[in-house]
């Protein structure tokens, strides 16, 4: 057993060949320091490291190159604006110094003439042609009428009257067709006088209104009627024919169908509660518009009993409100057409009121209004000015044209006809009663021919409440006693 033991022990420590070849390895490198090759290895690495050097070197050089002309090129360009800013303000400064240096001319008087061609807000075309002459000294020119005048030429080519069928078509072509009699009454009818009339107060106006140097009718007012003609058809009966726009009219009052009315109309000192066609009151409701007229003659008293009002101030005060109490007076008594309400024509009140012509319309007449394919019944309920036809209620106005205002005509084009028929205003002006004016109608156009196939009068359909009948009460009996 201590054998075994021995000869494992002596197994355990054998030969230390690890260390041995350790020792070899570090003698051989040793002997390698004596030979060439070190020195082979280190210049491998210096070659190395020679070889990637120079291209870090390279990279950055062209970097900086381009930084450097990028940089450069900017300044450039900023050098060139600067450069020119102080050529051009050098300029500036050269030729201001040359113009103070320089000799002034001699100042020229305006001498010959100047045109100028503008439009006015009427539409009209305005040439102007000014003239400058030498003259003399000032304070003898100051006398002479004939140093500063002015010469105002205005030219108007009045029309002439549409007379035919072709002619009236050009504003509607569907009139023949609505109106199958009109064109053998416009064979043989005659311009009316009131056509010249029209134009004869219309070139009055302008005249007074051009010597006074005042604002001139419009272009659009001048040339506002296309004709108006006298007709008549087999039967005899008569027909004043007009063809024009539509203006709008926005008057009238009637306490009996319309109890209240906004106070902008009341307290309004434009609004006329009066129309032409009126008639006596039927109950005993006031007139809307009488508590705004008394409120102004209230005011009027107010001015009169103060000491600062001069005398003229004072007499036209008196006069007015003579006119207003007047006014009250015969609201209390009639009624009148409501242009918001009631379908009516307005005629120059010239031709209303003249007496020597039978196909002059009186008010209350009955008429037609043809618009595009549409007729319209409707009576003469005002008179207008003398220089202008074509004119309805804001009623009809917005019948023609839904965005008709009293500052907003429905037609601006001569496309609206009025086909009035004189003599046919009923005995007694009444309320109106729209179906027994359609009726009225139906029968009149009957007369000159009717209507074309597929064309109807159009219905009216009344906005306001009819007033409720006055009931009178029984009077009181006072009961008898029986004899005692």
Not at 99 to 119: H, S
Not at 129 to 144: C, H, N, P
Not at 183 to 201: C, D, H, Q, R
């Amino acid at each position: 057993m201590d054998e075994k033991n021995v000869r494992r022990k002596d197994k355990e420590k054998g030969f230390p060949w690890f260390g041995l070849g350790f020792l070899v390895l570090v003698a051989a490198l040793a002997g390698m320091l004596f030979t060439e090759i070190p020195g082979k290895v280190k210049r491998g690495l210096q070659e190395l490291a020679a070889s990637r050097e120079p291209r870090l070197v390279v990279d950055e050089e062209k970097i900086e190159m381009r930084v450097e002309q990028r940089l450069r090129a900017e300044m450039d360009e900023e050098l060139a604006k600067e450069l020119e800013a102080l050529r051009a303000q050098q300029a500036g400064k050269n030729e201001a110094a040359e113009k103070e240096t320089a000799p002034q001319p001699e100042p020229l008087l305006p001498l010959g003439k100047v045109t100028d061609v503008r439009q006015l807000r009427s539409g009209i075309p305005f040439n102007t042609e000014v003239t400058f002459e030498k003259g003399g000294i000032a304070s003898a020119e100051r006398r002479d009428a004939g140093s500063y005048t002015a010469n105002y030429e205005l030219k108007l080519r009045l029309p002439a009257p549409a007379t035919g069928i072709a002619d009236l078509e050009k504003s509607n072509s569907k009139l023949s067709k609505i109106l199958p009699g009109l064109p053998a009454m416009l064979e043989k009818g005659k311009v009316s006088p009131w056509f010249n009339t029209i134009y004869e107060n219309k070139s009055s106006r302008v005249r007074k209104d051009a010597n006074a140097l005042n604002e001139l009718l419009t272009k659009h007012n001048v040339y506002d009627c296309e004709t108006i003609m006298n007709l008549q058809a087999e039967g005899g009966r008569k027909v004043l024919f007009m063809q024009a726009e539509m203006d709008v009219v926005a008057d009238g009052s009637d306490g009996d169908r319309l109890a209240t009315m906004p106070d902008s109309i009341v307290n309004s000192s434009y609004y006329q509660p009066f129309t032409s066609y009126g008639w006596p009151k039927t109950t005993p409701t006031p007139n809307p518009m009488i508590p705004g007229w008394e409120k102004r003659i209230e005011g009027g008293n107010k001015e009169l009993a103060d000491p600062n009002t001069t005398a003229e101030r004072k007499k036209w005060l008196r006069d007015r409100i003579a006119l207003l109490l007047r006014g009250i007076s015969v609201l209390q008594a009639r009624s009148y057409l409501i242009a918001e309400y009631d379908p009516f024509i307005v005629i120059p009140v010239n031709l209303l009121t003249a007496r020597n012509d039978s196909f002059a319309p009186k008010v209350g007449d009955y008429a037609v209004v043809v618009y595009g394919e549409k007729i319209y019944p409707c009576i003469v309920g005002d008179g207008g000015p003398t220089f202008k036809v074509g004119e309805a209620s804001l009623r009809m106005a917005k019948e023609l044209n839904g965005k008709a205002s009293p500052y907003n005509r429905p037609v601006s084009d001569l496309t609206v006809s009025y086909v009035v028929f004189p003599g046919s205003k009923e005995e007694k002006n009444a309320a109106p009663d729209y179906e027994r004016w359609r009726q009225k109608c139906h029968e009149l156009l009957a007369e000159i021919g009717g209507l074309g196939a597929g064309y109807q009068l159009h219905q009216w359909v009344d906005l306001l409440l009819k007033p409720a009948p006055v009931v009178e009460k029984p009077k009181e009996v006072t009961p008898v006693e029986p004899p005692k």
